[in-house]
């Protein structure tokens, strides 16, 4: 049986306009976590670049606010501890299914979406204060008019778990992934995702804010970046984008 990781708080809301927000608002007043803000549903979640994103009622909406004391550029690597943590949770849900991550920060059930994972963080006086995981999980429903396609355990033919279920196996797998970056770096953390990175050596899209790319993903840096080979000639450094197979 899992338990809830020791030092983890949680607060849960019926209704709230976004677990991220949430998490900045208490960190405005001097709480640094760690803790898990839950809501069964949300007016205004979002994802990355500002889209907004479903949150119905029998979903897994969390947002984790924590202040990991590491450079911000460090901080971002917890994007790749939260990916693992939240693949290992729906695995345990869907054993069956292939789990797999999607650079930078999703999670895909047999080629589809099941997660989403959005960082957000402040600094002042150039030292972060606090950052906020959101973490959304495709329990019992799915959007149907997603540019990358997406799937819910429900709709893999197991039963969704109730959100509080999948919350604790995703705290604890969390705080076991934290405790080995934060005792090994991110080498690690690196070498876990790997072995579960959808279309390694395989040809991908790469979408950043002005082009796009096309070439074999090689795998991620050290710095969690993506690798893309463009030619035999050039392997290109992707910092911040999207994938698309």
Known sequence: MT???SGYRQIH???IDSTNEEAR?????GDAGPVWITADEQAAGRGRRGRSWSSPKGNLSATLLLNPRRPAAQSTQLSFVSAIAAAEAVGHFA??????????NDVLANSRKICGILLESASAGGEPYF???GIGINLAHFPADTEFPA???????VPAPPPRDALTQLAASFAKWYDRWRGEGFGPIREAW???AANLGSRIRARMTKEEASGVFEGIDETGALLLRETPERLRTIS???VFF
């Open 95 to 104: 054993p069956d299914a292939d789990i797999r991550v999607k650079w930078p």
């Open 194 to 196: 790997l072995s579960r």
């Open 25 to 29: 608002r208490l960190a405005t007043l």
């Open 240 to 242: 911040a984008g999207e």
């Open 3 to 5: 338990h809830w990781p």
């Open 151 to 157: 799937i819910s355990l429900a709709s893999l033919g």
């Open 131 to 133: 950052l906020a995981i």
């Open 13 to 15: 809301f019926e209704t």
